[in-house]
């Protein structure tokens, strides 16, 4: 897979612009939001949405193209960074400096919004105990690959299939 720097750049603005008001969305939740994204349409379709490599951390996931790709938003001041006190914990916060059009198409938009419906509520502890219970994650040794084929392995908790197969 060639990782497709277009498509998640938009897929990280896309979740920027929609959790902007939810002071507990920090980093390790757009990370995982990201990983579910791409995963879930890898189950419904067979390919991921943004190509993008994801490892096994003791910390939760971490894209590979994280970092590079908000380092340059940054310089662009298309977004900016704060660390921000969470009740007994820091968030690493990322805002938009504007709001982006940002289109999909429908299989794509309705894989995204289910996943973040389902994801952007939960804070930093509570979507990485979800995480570590997907079989992509959970069969991945620490500082390894998370290998996109295990969601073929998902149990109905996590198993988007059937819900967008038909789509």
Same mark, same amino acid.
């Given at each position: 897979?060639?990782?497709?720097?277009? @498509?998640?750049?938009?897929?990280?603005?896309?979740?920027?612009?929609?959790?902007?008001?939810?002071?507990?969305? %920090?980093?390790?939740?757009?990370?995982?939001?990201?990983?579910?994204?791409?995963?879930?349409?890898? @189950?419904?379709? %067979? *390919?991921?949405?943004?190509? @993008?490599?994801?490892?096994?951390?003791?910390?939760?996931?971490?894209?590979?193209?994280?970092? *590079?790709?908000?380092? @340059?938003?940054?310089?662009?001041?298309?977004?900016?960074?704060?660390?921000?006190?969470?009740?007994?914990?820091?968030?690493?916060?990322?805002?938009?400096?504007?709001?982006?059009?940002? *289109?999909?198409?429908?299989?794509?938009?309705?894989?995204?919004?289910?996943?973040?419906?389902?994801?952007?509520?939960?804070?930093?502890?509570?979507?990485?105990?979800?995480?570590?219970?997907?079989?992509?994650?959970?069969?991945?040794?620490?500082?390894?690959?998370?290998?996109?084929?295990?969601?073929?392995?998902?149990?109905?908790?996590?198993?988007?299939?059937?819900?967008?197969?038909?789509?």
């Amino acid at each position: 897979m060639h990782f497709d720097k277009k @498509e998640y750049t938009k897929l990280l603005n896309y979740i920027l612009s929609n959790s902007y008001d939810k002071p507990h969305v %920090g980093k390790t939740v757009i990370t995982t939001t990201l990983y579910f994204i791409d995963f879930n349409y890898y @189950e419904a379709y %067979g *390919k991921s949405l943004t190509k @993008e490599t994801y490892q096994k951390h003791k910390k939760g996931i971490n894209p590979m193209h994280f970092t *590079k790709i908000t380092e @340059e938003l940054i310089e662009k001041n298309k977004i900016y960074f704060r660390k921000e006190a969470y009740y007994h914990t820091t968030l690493h916060k990322y805002y938009l400096t504007e709001i982006p059009s940002i *289109k999909f198409s429908n299989k794509k938009i309705n894989i995204i919004n289910t996943s973040m419906k389902q994801l952007i509520t939960k804070n930093a502890t509570t979507i990485m105990k979800y995480a570590s219970k997907d079989p992509p994650y959970k069969n991945t040794d620490y500082n390894e690959e998370i290998d996109y084929n295990n969601v073929y392995f998902r149990d109905s908790i996590y198993s988007v299939r059937k819900k967008f197969i038909n789509l």
